[in-house]
């Protein structure tokens, strides 16, 4: 139980501490020599900067840069990183690496504004955001570090890859490759803090209370002090206990956190919100881009799909943009061999080849003018038949849309129903919500977007859909569409729907896992998403329900790249409440926000699978 706890506490700080370093190894410190500079803006605030130049100066180097909110530590000119770049191919490779902290943040200079919006049109140098600041960033390096060959690459993952994708509007002309990898793109619709309007309120309670405590500034990670600490060994409990989200300001927060009471006080797609997303400014894009991202990323794989999908449809077919999706957690295609997460055995090393044979070749050939450009469009690695695919589009063209009906007795099929009356019933209690993972958990696991699902299916109110045993493979590529006929006694509903791959019984394990589990009869989650009912229509203008009236949700989950294998079953779940992982719905219209104790209520909710109303998932297949 200690060594659970630890492990999930310490990988919820690798996630939020990407540029904390452990003492150097004595590479970084052999081969490059490290400067640490103010660079000045166009408004003269200045940003502090930390530069590793290659020993080596017979030849020029191009420039590699990451700007992050995390921070470019260690600090002082005779402190190293452990390591530089994403992956010991690129330290080894040799560029000139370059970490910054974001205006405002650490030991820069100016106000920090959380996923600062994209000034479009520019009046004057006070009109100043992400995209200016790396333009002005680039512009001095550029003129100003020795040996530089007069190209630049950015990459960076979860906020740092907001800044990756930040660059691309008005992009200085020496950036000539960026990769945004797990990037934070939209904090209401699909990252981080909100899925389709459901506050993530495990994750954005344990980030706030450490990012958004206000700092002196300029301040050091070590003189850092003032971290909002409270201890949650079952986290189920601890939410439960705590009560309706005033509840989190009331006990913990104060008026101490900004953007919690920013958060609070929109609980609706407003401009608040919809200035955050830079996704309707990647037009006219000149650096060749790769997005990276994890169909197991618990954070941010809404990100990495949609900003790939932005640059795509809006700009020309000749701006090069490619795609790679792998089998990861958040980041984790740069932290292990990436061959096991959870209880799946990948069957190879994901990570090292994703590193070797993608990430390095791409920045190769963009910042040093060697190898060649052969990369896809998307290079997707799918789970199940665990094989790396190649496709010139993405999600790939040689795909059918099929539909999987939900029907009584819990049967799920290709085929539509034909009952004229149809439907399930239960009970969604807000007092006892659906746990999102089986056990006890300290803080939110990142193995829950895969796990196994057979504790969620035993309570009655989720309901359980799944086919017949599978007579041949099935591989779905691309979008999941659920689309609910549903009823519910209240004027609000939350809704989950799981995707699942169920083990054969008698499966035996061909490729064991580190931990032993066994995958016989194992519900392996595939996709889970949820959304908040009142947002059917509009996330700018939520609506209640008519209670009893029967109404479609239907609305996109994540893509996803699975090969249900011969033998085993799609099965499909439904649920109300994910909890802790989204904030309880009162199962009321209201303001959620704002909610008190006792609005919480009980609500009969029914799902329907007649020829009327025919509650359904549509799946992309991919053909041979």
């Known amino acids: ?297 618990a954070e941010d794989c809404f990100g990495a799909l949609h900003v790939f999908e932005a640059l795509e449809k809006q700009n020309p077919a000749s701006h090069k943009n490619m795609l790679v999706m792998g089998p990861w957690f958040h980041g984790g295609w740069e932290r292990g061999d990436g061959q096991f997460f959870g209880d799946q055995n990948f069957g190879s090393k994901t990570s090292l080849f994703f590193e070797e044979n993608i990430e390095l070749p791409f920045f190769k050939y963009y910042l040093k003018d060697e190898g060649e450009m052969d990369l896809p469009k998307a290079s997707v690695f799918i789970s199940g038949s665990n094989e790396w695919k190649k496709f010139n589009q993405w999600p790939p063209k040689n795909t059918v849309e099929k539909t999987l009906y939900f029907h009584a007795n819990g049967k799920l099929s290709f085929e539509a129903p034909k009952t004229t009356d149809g439907f399930d019933e239960y009970v969604s209690d807000p007092n006892a919500p659906v746990p999102y993972q089986d056990g006890i958990q300290a803080r939110r696991t990142r193995e829950y977007m895969l796990d196994d699902q057979r504790f969620a299916g035993r309570r009655p109110d989720v309901k359980v859909y799944q086919t017949d045993t599978l007579k041949n493979d099935i591989t779905l590529t691309g979008p999941v569409i659920a689309d609910l006929l549903t009823s519910t006694t209240g004027t609000d509903a939350d809704y989950v729907v799981k995707v699942i791959d169920v083990f054969p019984d008698n499966y035996s394990d061909p490729k064991p896992n580190p931990k032993n589990v066994t995958m016989a009869g194992y519900e392996m989650l595939v996709r889970g998403e949820i959304f908040r009912g009142k947002f059917r229509n509009s996330f700018e203008k939520p609506e209640p329900f008519v209670p009893g009236k029967v109404t479609e949700i239907k609305y996109n989950l994540p893509d996803v790249a699975h090969t249900f294998r011969k033998g085993h079953r799609i099965m499909i779940q439904v649920q109300n409440s994910w909890f802790p992982l989204a904030d309880r719905n009162p199962q009321k219209f209201e303001d959620i926000n704002q909610a008190k104790d006792s609005d919480f209520q009980k609500a009969t909710i029914r799902i329907y699978h007649d020829a009327q109303n025919k509650s359904s998932v549509k799946v992309t297949v991919l053909e041979d």
Request: glycine share 6%.
């Open 1 to 297: 139980m200690k060594k659970t706890l630890l492990l999930t506490a310490l990988a919820l700080w690798c996630t939020l501490t990407f540029a904390q370093t452990l003492p150097d190894t004595g590479y970084v410190r052999e081969h490059y020599t490290k400067m640490e500079k103010y660079i000045t803006m166009r408004d003269g605030k200045r940003l502090f900067t930390s530069i590793y130049l290659p020993k080596d100066q017979s030849k020029k180097y191009p420039i590699l840069m990451t700007r992050s909110p995390y921070n470019a530590a260690p600090y002082g000119e005779n402190l190293y990183k452990r390591s530089l770049g994403q992956s010991p191919a690129l330290e080894k490779e040799g560029f000139i690496f370059v970490y910054q902290d974001v205006r405002g943040r650490w030991m820069s200079e100016g106000d920090f504004v959380d996923v600062r919006p994209y000034i479009a049109d520019k009046k004057s140098n006070k009109d100043v955001d992400e995209s200016s600041d790396t333009y002005d960033t680039i512009d001095w390096m550029i003129k100003n570090l020795p040996n530089n060959n007069g190209k630049v690459g950015i990459e960076g993952i979860s906020y740092p890859g907001f800044y990756s994708t930040a660059s691309l509007p008005d992009a200085h002309p020496a950036l000539k490759a960026v990769s945004p990898q797990a990037p934070v793109t939209d904090w209401f619709i699909g990252d981080d803090f909100h899925h389709n309007g459901a506050l993530f309120e495990m994750d954005a309670f344990a980030f706030i209370t450490s990012f958004g405590v206000p700092r002196p500034k300029p301040i050091t990670p070590a003189e850092f002090k003032n971290g909002i600490k409270y201890k949650a060994p079952d986290n189920y409990k601890f939410y439960l206990n705590l009560g309706a989200l005033p509840n989190l300001k009331k006990y913990y927060f104060g008026d101490s956190v900004k953007f919690w009471n920013n958060m609070m006080a929109h609980p609706a797609y407003d401009s608040f919100w919809k200035g955050m997303n830079i996704r309707p400014h990647l037009k006219n894009i000149t650096p060749a881009t790769m997005t990276v991202g994890g169909f197991f990323d």
